[in-house]
């Protein structure tokens, strides 16, 4: 996300952040009101509503027109369309966690469950074990098939409890078993069951 658009949203959502700016825009999309008429429906004190009002005009989130000596606000509604349309997208939302690591989570499991190459304990979370299952499929060379004696030694290397971890890896569908003989499935094919 541009920081433009970044300031912005964080501007928006920082005036939006406060209950009285929100009962503010609640009135002023059904009415034009003064600081005056707004201080009486909000219970608060004329500076307070002009303060709250000066935030929501920085964003041009309120328009605001002189009527005599007094002036009048109305929400802009135009501006909050455009807001929405420009910044509030699903792709722009998605650029905000733009900087945060992506794997962290899993980076986290691991260095939970293993202590060098060995994995200490099987997880009991679908979840982390999907991360462990992982982790453990790739010491497997997608392309050789293995019996399953073999399989079972190179587990071994990693957790004592091969038969366990062997079915949780035709489980998950990251191996395939074929007349005792196991070979690695392509990654697209493992599913979180």
Request: aromatic fraction near 6%; include cysteine; hydrophobic fraction near 35%.
């Amino acid at each position: 996300m541009q920081t433009e658009n970044l300031n912005t949203l964080l501007q928006f959502f920082k005036a939006l952040s406060n209950e009285s700016r929100l009962k503010l825009l609640g009135i002023l999309s059904q009415q034009e009101c003064s600081v005056e008429e707004l201080a009486v429906l909000l219970n608060l004190k004329e500076p307070t509503i002009s303060h709250h009002l000066a935030k929501l005009k920085e964003l041009e989130l309120v328009q605001m027109r002189p009527d005599g000596n007094t002036h009048l606000y109305k929400l802009s509604s135009d501006t909050l369309q455009t807001l929405s349309k420009a910044i509030l997208t699903p792709e722009q939302m998605v650029a905000l966690s733009s900087g945060v690591e992506e794997d962290a989570w899993e980076t986290k499991v691991l260095s939970n469950f293993l202590e060098g190459d060995r994995i200490k304990e099987i997880p009991a979370s679908r979840k982390k074990r999907w991360v462990i299952l992982k982790w453990l499929v790739n010491q497997f060379d997608p392309n050789l098939p293995y019996p399953e004696s073999t399989l079972n030694n190179i587990i071994k290397r990693h957790h004592p409890d091969c038969a366990t971890l062997r079915r949780e890896l035709i489980g998950y569908q990251m191996m395939q078993r074929n007349n005792g003989i196991y070979q690695r499935r392509p990654s697209s094919e493992w599913q979180l069951a």
